[in-house]
């Protein structure tokens, strides 16, 4: 009989990706997915037209454009103090996605573990199957999300654990990982020999007194860190695929391998506009925190409104809000995953089942669903037009 790979029997079609279909066929508004919907600064536009004019359509250098990863390499020591190597130390990939899949692949051997913190992106548990490595689930549970230093220290403790992956600012949790927690973190990849992959997408989305921590700046970390962003968040491109991996020579090769042999280079055009994102001044990181803090309060005002009950995110651009009231009101269970369902037939809002974050026990995301923001004015007061009728009904 003609099968797929066993590998693969364990994954899934992306959750996310159902409910925005599901979302859209009814023309719902998607919450659920978390991408903009509004355009990237005009100088990005501009500059992928202009590499389009220039001749940028062949293959570029494996390993990223030359002048891309130095933009990286000078827009890291301008950050966070600390400049790669933009020819040994930094690799352009097809988004964090394939930065993480290029990771795991590149630096896990089969049969050695990968503790996964979760509520977890959903293609860290496909990475690790990718590269033939058991996933240790580290769960965080709601509503504060913090990481329990017992418990990641048992998961360390395990036999042949090779990797810790993880994300901050979180998705979904809206988590902005402490520096004790990151401490914590650092202490346990040093004494245990384990390499940190650090998925910082979010690196530019933190509200209030918080602060992004790059784990690869703590003592004892450069080496042993992967750390991975990209264009899609902070300069609202998530369909150019263009993101990167930061990482000691070492860890680097092995992960250019996989890059290598799998995608060649992320588009060449698109490559070339990015400089252009990565070289925009202070000005730009002002008002993106500005302007994402304001979604936020319009979010969290709407959500209560409704009747939710959601943490206020520290960073990031998503909450994970517990929807009890309502489904009491309404006669509905806890069922996170027949209450996303259920807001896009009756009140026209796609959102994401918790639980579909969680592999080790779902049940922690029932009761919950995620919610993104990254949404213009104009689509967050019609979202709170649509959940009136949640209010009306529950008077
Ligand atoms: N990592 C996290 C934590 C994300 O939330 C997302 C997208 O939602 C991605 C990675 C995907 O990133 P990219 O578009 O760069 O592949």
């Known amino acids: 009989m003609i099968r797929a790979a066993r590998r693969v029997d364990d994954l899934f079609e992306s959750v996310i990706r159902s409910i925005t279909v599901h979302a859209l066929s009814l023309g719902a508004i998607n919450l659920g997915q978390g991408s903009p919907d509004f355009d990237p600064p005009e100088e990005l536009v501009e500059a992928a037209k202009r590499a389009l004019t220039e001749g940028y359509h062949q293959y570029v250098p494996t390993w990223g454009l030359p002048e891309l990863r130095r933009a990286i390499a000078d827009k890291t020591e301008r950050f966070y103090g600390f400049r790669p190597d933009p020819d ?95 401490d914590a973190i650092a202490e346990l990849c040093i004494r245990y020999g384990v390499v940190a992959i650090s998925d910082e997408i979010y690196e530019h989305m933190v509200y209030d007194d918080h602060e992004h921590i790059p784990i690869a700046t703590l003592p004892g970390m450069s080496d042993r860190t992967i750390t991975i962003s990209g264009l899609s968040k902070s300069y609202s491109v998530t369909g150019w695929r263009v993101g990167y991996a930061i990482a000691s020579a070492p860890l680097t090769e092995g992960l250019r391998k996989i890059h290598d042999f799998t995608t060649i280079c992320s588009p060449s055009p698109l490559q070339r506009a990015a400089v252009a994102a990565i070289e925009l001044g202070d000005d730009y990181y002002d008002w993106l925190k500005r302007y994402y803090a304001e979604r936020r309060e319009k979010m969290m005002t709407i959500l209560a409104g409704a009747g939710f009950d959601a943490p206020t995110p520290e960073g990031a651009y998503y909450t994970v809000a517990e929807f009890t009231a309502i489904s009491e009101a309404f006669g509905l269970t806890d069922d996170d995953d027949a209450f996303a369902h259920w807001l896009i037939d009756e009140v026209g809002i796609g959102s994401v089942p918790a639980s579909s974050f969680y592999r080790s026990d779902p049940s922690l995301g029932r009761g919950r669903v995620r919610f993104a923001f990254p949404k213009r004015d104009e689509t967050l007061c019609e979202v709170e037009r649509r959940f009136e009728k949640l209010r009306d009904a529950m008077r």
């Open 88 to 182: 040994s130390e930094i690799t352009v990939t097809c988004g964090v996605t394939e930065g993480v899949i290029a990771s795991l692949i590149g630096v896990v051997d089969q049969g050695e573990r990968v503790v996964i913190l979760e509520p977890a992106h959903e293609n860290y548990h496909a990475g690790a199957i990718f590269a033939g490595a058991e996933p240790i689930w580290l769960p965080l549970r709601p509503p504060d999300y913090r990481i329990d230093p017992e418990e990641l220290e048992r998961a360390f403790r395990k036999p042949e654990v090779r990797a810790f992956i993880f994300n901050t600012p979180h998705n979904p949790s809206g988590r902005v990982f402490s520096r004790e927690e990151l």
